[in-house]
């Protein structure tokens, strides 16, 4: 069968989002990493970066929503619709979380590990899907996800053990062999100081997962506002909507850690504004606008093996950036994880719900009313669809 590209990607437009998407997501792992002390913490205060990108991403949205609209109309569009502000409180505070765990997992897992783990979310991202949705994915979607699944539990198995249960011929070998493993573990494991083995039953475990549920709730139900509930909506002003709300999160974890007033001092601030921080700032604001695009015009089942695909590109990138090497296990992770993304693309989910394809931005940015008509087209083409 071959790979249905038009279900994958209605216009062009999709595919640089689908690219884009992926290079910015790439680009966080690696900036966050290389802002590190040489103790894999942090500088400066990760939860104000979150706050000041938050901010950031709500200046972007104001301004392009200007470029065709006057302010005064975005304040009369919030107020009109402050019952789907109110909705997005959910995936905000969702979204703060996952920003903030982000930090704190990329101190503990070097990058290409990180992302692998990442891959849990895709079935929990499958069957949340389908029951918000009520669009039940086909058997072969299915071998495609759990695929990916068992990709990333791959990174988890030693093959060099293996390799020295079957080549034992005598007890002084395996003791020496045993001592050269345990050396080789502790290289594989902490490179950098950095987790390389995946799961360790630790609180790092706890972090890594609750991350994944974060991603997996926060994907869905956003892109259930973006296509339902938000639907006629300009999806600049749904933006404002969910900035509005993660600053207000982010703005209470500042609050609970008593670091509301102190986060914005001249020394905090200072340590902020170095390049290496800044660049994670502008990066996780074009990563947000464009997520709200990417879930918006594809779906969250796309946005995963967007994610799985980003994999391959990090881990040559961290080799050559950081000299954190590829081992076997990786390796083969990566290669099945390619495989279940190939396996996808022959039978795509499509989920655009009562929205259009995106043929250019301007669509993006189309008045209620002409989008209100649009929709109306939509939604009877999807009845006869079912008939």
Known sequence: MSTNWRELFPTKLTFVIFLLYMSLFIGQGIFVTASQESNNSYGYNTVTV?????????IVSTCLYCRDHSLRSLVRDVHKDRNVLALYMVPAFLYCLYNNLAFVNLATFDPTT????????????????????????????????????????????????FYSDANDDSESAAIQQQHSLNRTAINKAEVHGK??????????????????ICSCLAGVYNEYLLKDKGADVNIFVQNVFMYLDSIVCNAAILLLRGELLDAFSPQNLGSIMRFSVLIIIVNNAAIGIVTSFFLKYMNS?????????ELLFTAVLCYFLFSIPIYMNTALAIAVVSYAIYLYTQSPVVNLGKVRPLANLSDASAKSTDKRKLLDEE??????DMV
């Open 50 to 58: 979150v706050l000041l990108t938050e901010v950031f991403k709500l």
């Open 301 to 309: 089942i796309l946005k995963t093996f967007a994610s799985a695909l």
């Open 379 to 384: 939604a009877a083409e999807s009845d006869l």
């Open 195 to 212: 987790n390389m083995s995946g799961f360790d039953f630790s609180l790092s475990a706890v972090f890594i997962l609750a991350q994944t």
């Open 114 to 161: 990180y992302y692998l783990l990442l891959q849990l979310r895709v079935v929990v991202t499958g069957i949340l899907f389908q029951i918000i949705f009520k669009k039940y994915l086909s058997q072969r979607q299915w071998i495609s996800l759990i695929l990916l699944t068992l990709g990333c539990m791959m990174k988890q198995i030693d093959f060099g053990s």
